[in-house]
């Protein structure tokens, strides 16, 4: 019989910068990591106004995680210590395994003008934190888009109504939709019994959620969604737990103390990316 899951919090993103002073909002934070499992982190960067993102993000180090860049409008360069070299448009994702250590540049390749993206910081096992660093772009056209009544939906990694993403994703095996409803639509969206759901609303509304609100739901197999006057953009965020001890310093995320001091260490020694 099938259980349609409960809103159990809201959580509002915060203002904030990172990177050479580029403003964003942030869900994040120890205590919404603990609740937001597998995923640690989501940033959404909107501005027509180049001073708030030209800075960009200059190289920096990550190490034990995933990231997953998804851009709406706007364009973003990437380049790592690895030689890979990609430009993020209208429409595209990212799909980077920080792993063991990568060191990597954000930096947008527009000076004004719409610039409107997500970052999401998906967290790895401990079995996994050590992988190889990887990375994988995908343009728009690589990303089905499922018409449904009232409304569509963009499938970025996982599976609905039958189409797959071809995001190739690991362990947790996340789902990752892009939802839009017009006004008073209603839908109903099928996520595994087993993983951690949540809903992040960046335009319009639900009956629960206000914009930049991220909702984290009860245990079931379906989350319903009622688009407000104005109707709705939201990502629909779900995974399988880890449930694995998260310590963060920064760009670093592992399961101990111990492990991130040694990240530092590696870092501060050159020997973060080496083989």
């Not at 964003?24 to 640690?40: C, K, Y």
């Not at 888009?145 to 994703?169: D, K, L, Q």
């Amino acid at each position: 019989m099938s259980r349609t899951r409960q809103l159990s919090r809201r959580i509002d993103a915060r203002p904030s910068s990172d990177g050479d002073g580029v403003r964003i909002h942030r869900i994040g934070g120890r205590e919404v990591s603990a609740v937001f499992d597998p995923f640690l982190m989501l940033d959404e960067i909107r501005s027509a106004d180049g001073s708030d993102y030209i800075g960009g993000f200059p190289p920096h180090p990550h190490r034990g995680f995933e990231t997953v860049t998804y851009m709406l409008h706007g364009r973003m360069r990437h380049e790592d210590h690895l030689g890979n070299r990609g430009l993020l448009s209208d429409g595209g994702v990212q799909w980077m395994t920080a792993g063991r250590g990568v060191i990597h540049s954000e930096m947008p390749e527009q000076s004004d003008g719409l610039l409107h993206g997500f970052q999401l910081w998906l967290n790895l096992p401990a079995a996994e934190k050590m992988r190889p660093a990887d990375y994988a772009d995908y343009s728009a056209g690589q990303l089905p888009r499922v018409p449904v009544a009232g409304g569509e939906v963009r499938v970025i990694a996982g599976r609905f109504a039958g189409v797959a993403s071809p995001v190739v994703t690991g362990t947790t095996a996340p789902l990752y939709l892009d939802l839009r409803l017009e006004p008073g639509a209603a839908l109903a969206v099928p996520v595994p019994a087993r993983q951690q759901a949540s809903l992040y609303v960046y335009e319009g509304a639900t009956g629960e959620l206000a914009a930049r609100q991220l909702g984290i739901y009860t245990d079931g197999d379906t989350l319903a969604l009622h688009a407000g006057p104005e109707g709705v953009r939201a990502l629909l965020l779900a995974g399988t737990p880890l449930r694995e001890p998260v310590h963060q310093y920064g760009p670093f995320v592992m399961n101990s103390m111990t492990e991130i001091e040694q990240a530092i260490d590696d870092y501060n020694s050159g020997r973060l990316t080496a083989a």
